[in-house]
């Protein structure tokens, strides 16, 4: 069993920054992306940032050159730095994970959520 942890979030005004945090820990044979995703009311879960292994990462346009997504491979963490931030930004941020439990079984986790909120 694999369980993800998220950490961070709040209420900030515009213009800030914050920080997210997400560890997974269980049976853990190897982790292939792991991201972070965000869901605003009355829209749908869309993705914000995800780190691939291999060093690769993606950004929606939205946050390019605002967030940083990083992973601590050894402590199979992943964080996303959030800067400049808007009231459109104002979500619930879910981390999630595709992680390998055997050589042959990978499967999506998905954290609780935490949420993060921008005053104008």
């Known amino acids: 069993q694999v369980q993800l942890v998220e950490s961070g979030g709040g209420l900030v005004q515009a213009g800030g920054s914050l920080s997210l945090t997400c560890a997974a820990s269980?049976?853990?044979?190897?982790?292939?992306?792991m991201g972070w995703y965000r869901q605003a009311p009355g829209k749908l879960r869309e993705l914000v940032a995800v780190?691939?292994?291999?060093?690769?990462?993606d950004y929606a346009d939205s946050v390019k050159g605002r967030f940083t997504i990083s992973i601590d491979n050894t402590k199979n963490t992943v964080y996303l730095q959030m800067s400049s931030l808007k009231p459109e930004d104002t979500a619930v941020y879910y981390c999630?994970?595709?992680?390998?439990?055997?050589?042959?079984?990978?499967?999506?986790?998905w954290g609780r959520g935490t949420q993060v909120t921008v005053s104008s």
């Open positions: 269980g049976s853990i044979f190897g982790i292939n992306r």
């Open positions: 780190s691939i292994r291999g060093g690769l990462t």
């Open positions: 999630m994970a595709s992680i390998l439990t055997s050589w042959t079984s990978t499967h999506a986790y």
